[in-house]
């Protein structure tokens, strides 16, 4: 049986662009950590939440994941992410030890690594779907590449202490690995789909559907065997099930009863804090009034916010190119909804990305890979655009479906018929490669330094 562990190698062909790609992920950590690095690396004997969500703002993002490393608590939610602070739960020991090792909390460190190593393996395993499976050439992949690493909440996901990276490591390497197997025309092994579910899924709860569709796509109709749908869907899940029961019984509830208590406590003592409370439970009242119902699991969907706006600003828009005024800022906090860009030039590129997308699914609808794309693209729209599923910062979510944009618009330039066309398609993807590089990162480095 061939060693699951050689896709993880670097092949000969992929050795500098990895390096190049390296380099970049650094250099956006690094420009991440120097925002606070004084604040964020003082070992403290407690507090670390308020001292990290009182100085942390990026866009919608959480800093849960540097809380949960300084002082291990379940902060994110169960329905949503259901293992992922147990999986945090080693790397916040290797944070105690360095800290009683060096005084200084390490926690930004850590996190930058396991984001700079999954967010490489992420862009390693696109450049090759789009070389293997779709089958372009090696500058058209590493163009196509390229141009996926200047999209704004790509550059903002790799450095974010969030779930998103690692969501996006899994979605990618799920449909390498689905993809190689229609190629191969050999079926997705049920212990390989059983092992993405329980690990995707519990980053991201909704990723059970894709890895789901994913094993679908790849088996047809043998994926629906007993023993293939018992090994690949029913047993993860139902570990997943006894993991999250477990959890919430011994692990959440506490955490939850200690968390009420404490700000009970605060509100009894602290004018200023009542009046934060209060403000912000307004803000969060009025966010989720369009709510489609009642209820935890729904309070971040809407009914009622623009579609179009949203497409246009958010969707087609912040995702890919950041908005000039109240950048990066948080919507839950200081920023509009809908915010306008300066140079219109924005608009136009929004609206090629459209076309890119549209025409890749148009031109490679019949294959089944490219359906498989469009299966993912099509249930996340069903919850941003119909359910309005965290449509009000629906940018911050570009991690779990960009990808497939690069992907269609490899299928476009491989389906062209005439050169001439080739050429002139090249020559547009390189001139917003560009100019998202320079837009993107002169904010971002100017939010990063100031």
């Not at 606070?36 to 407690?46: I, M, P």
Request: with cysteine; net charge positive; glycine share 6%.
């Amino acid at each position: 049986m061939r060693n699951p562990l050689c896709l993880f190698s670097i092949r000969k062909d992929e050795r500098w662009p990895a390096l190049v790609v390296f380099l970049y992920l650094i250099g956006l950590n690094a420009l991440a950590i120097s925002q606070h690095f004084e604040a964020f690396t003082h070992a403290l004997k407690g507090g670390y939440y308020m001292h990290f969500m009182k100085d942390f703002g990026l866009s919608g993002y959480d800093p849960f994941t540097y809380i949960t490393l300084s002082e291990w608590r379940p902060l994110y939610s169960l329905e949503r992410h259901p293992l992922l602070s147990a999986f945090i739960y080693p790397l916040t020991q290797v944070n105690q030890w360095l800290m009683g090792l060096t005084g200084m909390n390490c926690a930004v460190f850590i996190w930058a690594a396991v984001l700079i190593i999954l967010s490489l393996y992420s862009t390693l395993f696109l450049f090759r779907i789009l070389r293997e499976i779709v089958g372009i050439g090696y500058r058209d992949s590493l163009l196509l590449t390229a141009f996926f690493l200047t999209f704004a909440h790509i550059m903002v996901a790799v450095v974010a202490p969030d779930h998103f990276a690692l969501s996006l490591f899994f979605l990618l390497f799920t449909l390498y690995v689905a993809g190689k197997a229609m190629c191969e025309r050999r079926p997705l092994a049920a212990w390989k789909t059983a092992i993405l579910l329980f690990l995707s899924t519990g980053v991201t709860t909704t990723n059970c559907v894709k890895i789901g569709l994913a094993a679908w796509f790849a088996n047809g109709k043998r994926f629906f065997s007993p023993k293939s749908f018992a090994i690949s869907i029913v047993l993860p899940m139902l570990l997943l099930g006894i993991s999250y029961m477990a959890f919430n019984e011994w692990v959440q509830k506490p955490e939850q009863q200690r968390r009420t208590h404490t700000v009970n406590e605060r509100l009894k003592k602290d004018a200023t804090f009542r009046k934060t409370y209060a403000e912000q439970a307004e803000k969060n009242r009025h966010l989720q009034a369009n709510a489609i119902t009642k209820g935890d699991s729904f309070r971040w969907t809407d009914t009622q916010l623009s579609r179009g706006h949203s497409i246009i600003e958010n969707l087609f828009g912040e995702s890919f190119m950041l908005h000039e005024d109240h950048l990066l800022q948080d919507v839950n906090k200081e920023r509009p909804i809908f915010v306008t860009y300066h140079n219109k030039w924005c608009y136009v590129v929004s609206v090629v990305m459209m076309l890119f997308l549209a025409g890749g699914l148009v031109t490679a609808f019949r294959l089944r890979f490219m359906q498989l794309c469009l299966s993912w693209f099509g249930l996340d729209m069903v919850l941003h655009l119909v359910l309005g599923f965290g449509l009000n910062e629906v940018y911050i979510m570009a991690a779990h479906w960009a990808f497939i944009l690069p992907i269609a618009a490899a299928y476009l330039l491989k389906r062209l018929q005439w050169p001439s066309l080739q050429r002139a398609l090249r020559v547009l993807l390189l001139l917003i490669c560009v100019f998202m590089l320079v837009h993107n990162g002169q904010l971002f480095i100017h939010f990063m330094l100031h």
